[in-house]
Nanobody
């Protein structure tokens, strides 16, 4: 089992920055991919960014160049640095981690970007 706890959400003005963190704990052998998803009201959950155990990354087109995902394997923690935030980035951001064939989710952290 893997428990994921997100932190770092909040209210920010457009153009501002936030840094999300997600720490994994529990009884597991190895965490492979870690990523961030988001869900805005009335929308489906969508991928924001993913980082694999080897460090390769992928981003949604809407955040490319503004967001940076990173991870600290020693701490089993993944980060999402969000710059140049826009009102359309407002959503609940969820951390995801894969360990073997299993996928785990955090409870989410709310990011609100005011115009």
């Amino acid at each position: 089992q893997v428990q994921l706890v997100e932190s770092g959400g909040g209210l920010v003005q457009a153009g501002g920055s936030l840094r999300l963190s997600c720490a994994a704990s529990g009884n597991f052998f190895r965490i492979n991919d870690m990523g961030w998803f988001r869900q805005a009201p009335g929308n489906q959950r969508e991928l924001v960014a993913i980082i694999r155990s080897g460090g390769s990354t992928n981003y949604a087109g809407s955040v490319e160049g503004r967001f940076t995902i990173s991870r600290d394997n020693a701490k089993n923690t993944v980060y999402l640095q969000m710059n140049s935030l826009k009102p359309e980035d407002t959503a609940v951001y969820y951390c995801n981690a894969r360990s073997g064939p299993l996928s785990y989710w955090g409870k989410g952290t709310l990011v609100t970007v005011s115009s």
